[in-house]
C-alpha cells in the first residue's frame, strides 16, 4: 500500500484504458479493502485483456464463465457484468467527446483540486462525485456510485486528498 500511495495513488492520470481499469477496480472493490483490489491488480489485467475496452465488450457467457472460475479476480458475477456493461459504456462516451479522459476530467473544470479536510477528516462524497455518478448512471455504467466515483477521483489525481504534511500532496501541488 505504501508503494502504490507514494507512486500512483492521486497522481493525475489522463490515459483513456488506465482510466477505465481504475474505474473497473473501484467497482471491483465496492465491499472490500482497497488493498484486496490492489493485490489482485495484475489478476484483473490478465483476466480482462489488459483492461482492452473493445476486447471486454464483446465478452459473452463463454468468457463470462471463465471469469466467474478465476480465483485471482473477484469472482462476483453482478461486478464482472458490470465491467463488460461499462466497457461497452465506455466506448460510446468516447465517441461522443473523443475521450474518456476529456469526459471525466470535465467534473473537475479539467484539473485537479485540492481538497481541504474539514474536522470530519477527508469526504466519502462531493457535489462532483454526485453529478459524476448520476451522468455515468445515465449512461449505463454500472457500480460507479458516488462514493466509487469519489475514489476514482482520488485514485486518479483529480482530487489531491493527500494529508497536507504529506510529500505527494506538495510535489503533486508543484506539477499543476
Known sequence: MIDYHDREWGVPLHEDRKLLELLILEGAQAGLSWET?????????????????????????????????????????????????????????????????QYVWQFVGGQSTVRHRGPQGVPVRTPESDAMSRDLEKRGFRFVGTRICYAFMQAAGMVNDHAPDCFRRSALLSKS
Open 37 to 101: 483490489i490492489l493485490n489482485k491488480r495484475e489478476n484483473y489485467r490478465r483476466a480482462f485483456d489488459n483492461f482492452d475496452p473493445a476486447r471486454i465488450s464483446r465478452y459473452e457467457k463463454r468468457k463470462v464463465r471463465t471469469l466467474l472460475a478465476d480465483p485471482g479476480i473477484v469472482r462476483n458475477r453482478l461486478k464482472i457484468a458490470a465491467a463488460i456493461t461499462n466497457a461497452r459504456a465506455f466506448l460510446a462516451l468516447k465517441k461522443e467527446f473523443g475521450s474518456f479522459n
